[in-house]
């Protein structure tokens, strides 16, 4: 069952008990007021005891002890009470209803949100008959023993289910709607959460493991130092912290003093005590911090950065200025990963945005700014309302249907002498079936109910029909227009405020009374006029009353579809995530961290061409790993010329050649298909020369160059390769070749 069913089915039982109260309290008391029973101690004890069972079964069921011992005792309650009617109703041949017979109905009116229909039918079948024996007893043969009652209420139960049936089932589709869009949402949610999360983990290696392995395959490292065995275990534990999701609030000062002491600049701070964001803002922040004093570090030639930290209504600002070297930000290339990406796509994942300032000797100013507010989710309360108020709609349609065809119809045709006019009763019966059928095909339309022409039409035909019965026959069965006209009212009123629907309905009925008491005659007393009126205006106010909780159900169903489906979210994002830092993790532990664990430790030297050779290396392939997630056009040729890069920086000339057409590389078959020309790169001693040729389907690297032996690795993912030793020289060539 959904959540927005399950709403709808508590709600639902909280309106039908609520509504029986209100009803038998307010029928009960009013013909106590009204009438004088044959037995007024008796009816006062009747009276005061159906109150309180009612009162007491109602808040038995909200608790949730909804069980059959409790439906089969407000069974028997009921049957009770319609057995007493010898003692609690007068026989009056003008009657037209009684308290019993408005208690017994709105109780089995309302058992449809409380029992599935075996027990509804079984129940309901046992309080007519109970009343009808109480009526027996109580006026042999007389007003109160009337088939007509045994059959109208039969039908109002019959409508109240297939009403119950519509909404409920509105409920079910609207949830099977919902759940579709949150499958989609949660997917996309997910697939979104895992490429965030890839960048970042990127960003982050390319900002600790990657810069820690560069400078010493660099040479810029050549002895142990402890900072540098501190850097590694930090390393170590960003590339395996498997928790990917940041929750609660960080303060985002304390994060950024921590980043900064791990820098030998002096930092100068103009900044508040402490800022509480979001942890993943406030993580997001400071490694972008990171990214920029690390840069400093690098390129800036200064020992001095100025950090600056302000919080505004919109979001939260962070400003890192030196007086160094400078630099053109015009000239750097657009697959540049520290500018690009550890700056501008971190910022940008969380909404926000990274600029730079800078000139050739003019210092450098990094701005990150990071949103506070969150886009808005949209709800799902539309869906739900449209889908409650389309379910409700049909249903008050077969009801109008049902009562102007099945119990309207056969008055008009056995009735002729209740008339003075038949021609004209028709031509109202018509009006309103024509209304009931206009509403019907807008509903179908899903289009809006034209309220204020059709409610003339219905109420022109009410004037007509009660205009049309002679005097004597008014108020009675005959005048078939008196209550059943208030059905069309609720049609076209559904979506209105119940103040609105209750003010039409009541000026229907009133205008029917002031006809009725303009010519002195009617079939009914005035006690049987108020509960003949009470019994319908009671069912058709309830209809409006669901309509207006439907409204109010429809927000705080999608409030709590919207809290569920962020909780199965978080939880499935938190789960791939897991996986996937568990799985990077593996690729990196048999290269990168026994590399980062023998610096830890001190079992590695820097200054060892061996460990500097295999650093660099690990760095290139690092580097690759964060080409292979780039929205550059052309990851391989931008992979390698970075690789090319950072070996002349070492001194070592390369030669680079590229022709032909390329197809696009699987990731996979780009990381086996680069992997050699990598190494070779990292470790090249002399002059190197790199090519890489596309023939259509098919890709070549090449490299030769005097560099550490290629390790031995088997072909796969569309790639094969082959090596071949020349004096000193490795001739190292990978092929791709498109499946067939």
């Known amino acids: 069952m959904g959540a927005v069913e399950e709403s709808l089915l508590r709600q639902g039982l909280r309106y039908a008990l609520g509504l029986r109260l209100i009803v038998v309290a307010l029928s009960s008391t009013a013909s106590l007021l009204l009438t004088e029973a044959p037995r007024q101690g008796v009816t006062v004890a009747v009276v005061a005891g159906l109150n309180g069972w009612n009162l007491w079964y109602a808040r038995e069921l909200l608790r ?9 005792a407000d069974i028997a309650v009921m049957c009770a009470v319609c057995l007493t009617q010898l003692w609690t109703v007068r026989s009056d041949p003008r009657g037209g209803g009684t308290w019993v017979l408005i208690a017994m109905v709105i109780t089995v009116v309302t058992y449809a949100w409380q029992m599935p229909w075996p027990a509804l039918a079984a129940g309901t079948s046992a309080i007519i008959a109970a009343h009808y024996a109480g009526a027996m007893i109580a006026d042999p043969g007389g007003w109160l023993v009337s088939e007509a009652v045994v059959a109208w209420t039969a039908a109002e139960v019959a409508l109240s289910w297939a009403l119950y049936r519509f909404v409920r089932r509105s409920a079910r589709t609207a949830d099977r709607t919902i759940e579709r869009g949150q499958e989609m949402r949660r997917t996309a949610a997910v697939a979104t959460a895992r490429r965030a999360d890839e960048r970042e983990y990127l960003a982050a290696l390319h900002d600790t493991a990657s810069v820690t392995l560069l400078m010493i395959g660099n040479g810029v490292l050549t002895e142990r130092e402890a900072w540098l065995a501190e850097q590694a275990r930090r390393d170590l534990r960003e590339i395996g912290r498997s928790d990917a999701g940041h929750h609660g609030e960080l303060d985002l000062i304390g994060l950024l003093r921590e980043v900064a002491a791990q820098t030998p600049l002096r930092v100068s701070w103009r900044t508040p005590e402490s800022l509480a964001l979001p942890a993943v803002d406030a993580v997001s922040l400071s490694r972008g911090v990171r990214e920029a004093l690390t840069n400093v570090v690098r390129h800036a030639g200064v020992d001095h950065a100025e950090i600056s930290v302000r919080r505004d209504a919109a979001g939260v600002t962070v400003d890192i200025a030196d007086e160094g070297a400078g630099f053109d930000p015009g000239l750097v290339a657009p697959d540049r990963h520290g500018v690009t990406r550890s700056l501008r796509e971190r910022m940008a994942r ?34 739900i309302a449209a889908g409650f108020q389309r379910g409700l709609r049909w249903a008050v349609v077969l009801v109008s249907l049902a009562i102007l065809v099945l119990l309207d119809l056969p008055h008009l045709l056995t009735g002729r002498e209740a008339y003075t006019q038949l021609g004209a009763q028709f031509a109202a019966w018509a009006g309103l ?39 004597e026959y008014r108020l009675g069965p005959a005048h078939w227009s008196e209550g059943d006209a208030g059905w069309q009212v609720v049609l076209i009123l559904l979506d209105s405020r119940v103040a609105v629907l209750a003010a039409v309905l009541g000026a229907q009925y009133l205008l029917t009374f002031a006809q009725a008491a303009a010519d002195g005659q009617a ?17 058709q106010l309830a209809v409006g009353m669901i309509a207006a909780v439907l409204r109010g159900l429809a927000v705080s169903s999608a409030q709590v579809v919207r809290a569920a489906e962020q909780l199965r979210t978080s939880e499935e994002v938190a789960r791939q995530l897991h996986r996937d830092r568990e799985r990077r993790y593996a690729d990196l532990a048999t290269t990168a961290v026994p590399l980062l664990e023998g610096l830890a430790d001190g079992k590695l030297d820097p200054a060892e061409q061996a460990v500097r050779e295999e650093c660099a290396a690990e760095a290139a392939r690092m580097r690759r790993l964060l080409t292979e997630y780039s929205t550059v056009p052309d990851p391989l040729v931008s992979e390698l010329r970075a690789c090319i890069e950072r070996a002349e920086r070492r001194g ?54 005097r560099c550490a032996p290629p390790p031995e690795v088997p072909d796969g993912d569309g790639v094969r ?20």
């Open 64 to 72: 949730g002890t909804r069980t059959a011992g409790w439906i089969v």
């Open 350 to 383: 969380r909404g926000g945005e990274a600029r730079i300032v800078s000139s050739p000797g003019g210092g450098t100013t990094v701005t990150l700014r990071c949103p506070l507010s969150e886009p808005e989710v949209p709800g799902d309360e539309g869906l």
């Open 433 to 471: 079936l024509g209304t009931t059928l206009v509403a019907a095909v807008a509903t179908w339309r899903d289009r809006p109910v034209k309220r204020w022409p059709l409610l003339a039409v219905v109420l022109v035909c009410s004037v007509v029909a009660t205009a049309t019965v002679r005097p």
């Open 523 to 539: 079939a009914l007393s005035v006690a049987g006029v108020v509960n003949a009126t009470w019994l319908v205006l009671a069912f």
């Open 652 to 705: 070592t000339p390369v030669s680079f050649a590229e022709y032909g057409t390329r197809p696009e590389l699987p990731p996979r078959a780009l990381r086996r298909l680069t992997e050699p020309a990598v190494e070779a790169l990292a470790t090249a001693r002399g002059k190197v020369r790199l090519t890489i040729a596309g023939t259509g389907d098919a890709v070549t690297v090449s490299v030769i160059a």
């Open 721 to 740: 390769r082959s090596t071949v030793l020349d004096g000193d020289r490795w001739w190292i060539q990978s092929v791709w070749r498109e499946a067939p």
